[in-house]
């Protein structure tokens, strides 16, 4: 356990709201409870199928307080998170075989070729600019060896809709225009004190983000689709409940977590690519 205060040389600030978001502390729980935990057990099956053997050596970009540094530190992993918000790196840096240290994806610390993957479970999704974006995949080309492995999170095109319409909160006039928004050009810009259980973001079409990976040196080698439909189906947070029938979701979702007619209803997509050797 290890946390490095100091911000990382060149880093770019984190836009103020986006700071005072994840500053309220509520990311580490939605992915503890609730549907949340659909989005973590699937990142989490998918990461354990991609990673090489324990124990490598993983730079965690954007990692928040460490949801899933934790677990791949206890599968015999040496975990480096870096993250902008300093309330992150606090309780990550608290973790057992995790490092920390306050930094932004654009602009790393690492040395080059110092790591065998490079997860980015989080930053693009704050990257408005399609510029940040290859740039921040760029970094993590260059940090991680020749061969390695770089797998980013997005969030994709139309969850704002589909996770509202689904909730009725389609239907709160305030909402509506905000939610129609993303779909739209895939910005979303909650105005201060507007009803938003989100905050300034980018939305993915799933077939623009190879396009991304290439750009910045990488070689795109999969994509895959986290929550499928099921996240959108009211009783799934008591099948979750439920360890054998959380077992056969999981089971239906691999089934269908790469057929490219079905990455968009996933409410997350993980994308994977590799630096030349």
């Excluded at 880093?11 to 700071?19: D, F, G, K, N, S």
């Excluded at 609730?34 to 954007?62: C, K, Y």
């Excluded at 921040?136 to 139309?158: D, K, M, W």
Aim: no cysteine; net charge negative.
């Amino acid at each position: 356990m290890e946390m490095d205060h100091g911000a990382e040389a060149g880093a770019p600030a984190l836009a103020e709201e986006i700071a005072e978001y994840y500053e309220r502390d509520g990311e580490d729980g939605r992915l503890r409870s609730g549907v949340g935990r659909l989005e973590f057990w699937r990142t989490q099956d998918v990461l354990r199928r991609l990673l090489p053997p324990a124990p490598a050596r993983i730079l965690d970009v954007g990692g928040g307080s460490g949801v899933h540094a934790q677990w791949l530190a206890a599968d015999g992993h040496a975990v480096e998170l870096v993250d902008p918000v300093p309330l992150h790196v606090e309780r990550a840096a608290r973790l057992p075989g995790v490092t920390a240290r306050v930094g932004d994806a654009r602009a790393l610390a690492a040395p080059d070729a110092s790591v065998d993957v490079a997860l980015l479970l989080g930053p693009l999704y704050h990257l408005l600019d399609r510029e940040d974006r290859v740039r921040a995949l760029a970094e993590a080309r260059r940090v991680v060896r020749p061969g390695g492995l770089v797998v980013a999170a997005t969030i994709n095109r139309y969850a704002a809709l589909h996770d509202n319409l689904s909730t009725g909160r389609y239907f709160d006039a305030e909402r509506r225009p905000q939610i129609e928004a993303a779909g739209g050009d895939g910005v979303m810009r909650p105005t201060r004190g507007s009803k938003s259980l989100f905050t300034t973001a980018y939305f993915h079409e799933p077939a623009d983000v190879p396009a991304e990976f290439s750009d910045a040196g990488l070689t795109p080698h999969g994509q895959y689709g986290l929550e499928g439909a099921a996240w959108l189906m009211g009783d799934v947070s008591d099948w979750l409940d439920d360890p054998a029938r959380r077992d056969l979701v999981l089971r239906a979702l691999r089934q269908t977590e790469s057929q490219p007619s079905l990455l968009g209803i996933s409410g997350h997509l993980l994308t994977a690519g590799s630096r030349a050797v």
